[in-house]
């Protein structure tokens, strides 16, 4: 499914790494996540947004992805991003560590999103972010209002929404208490 859903038509024509990147309110410096970066298209920017002294911390499971993605930062010489093997569920990070947090095509293809959400919110930083971003034709596409509801379960409200029923990215912050 990632050259489906990773393909060049999509990055440049329909949520182009950029624009996800620049609704994301980056700054130099920052602690950001990808978790279930694929090819590296989105951490590649993320990265570039974050410079000079940022880093982002590409995640995922599936170790022939880490592996991939790091041969590619390698051959290109990005040095702010840090592939690494990681559950969702028990994130290797401390609490309110984090600035901004990236899921593309990702939440929905984890068996209990909430507990992910909730994990996220442990190691976001008062002022953090999360951003969720889905697009048609994923198998496991979720509609908008799905993925409002299980982030306010999980003590999220939405901070801003981009897109449409095809493609959409919902930026969340932690719900004051």
């Known amino acids: 499914m990632t050259r489906l859903i990773d ?13 996800v990147a620049r609704r994301m309110k980056l700054d130099s410096g920052m602690i950001v996540i990808e978790i279930g970066p694929g090819k590296g298209s989105y951490t590649k920017v993320l ?36 592939p690494k093997i990681n559950d969702a569920y028990n994130l ?25 959400l909730k994990e996220i919110k442990r190691i976001l930083k008062p002022n953090g972010l999360i951003s969720l971003s889905e697009m048609l034709p994923d198998p496991d596409y979720p509609r908008r209002k799905t993925e409002k509801k299980w982030a306010k379960e999980a003590g999220f409200e939405l901070d801003e929404q981009f897109g449409n029923w095809f493609i959409y990215q919902l930026n969340f912050k932690k719900r004051e208490i």
């Open 7 to 19: 393909n060049p038509i999509r990055r440049k024509l329909l949520q182009k790494p950029e624009t």
């Open 47 to 82: 990265a570039k947004n974050i410079l000079p002294d940022g880093k982002v911390y590409a995640l995922d499971i599936q170790e022939y992805i880490i592996k991939r993605l790091k041969k590619r930062i390698e051959k290109e010489n990005i040095t702010n991003i840090i």
């Open 92 to 116: 290797s990070f401390e609490d309110e560590s984090v600035d901004r947090v990236l899921m593309i095509a990702c939440l929905p293809e984890i068996p209990d999103p909430i507990r992910v």
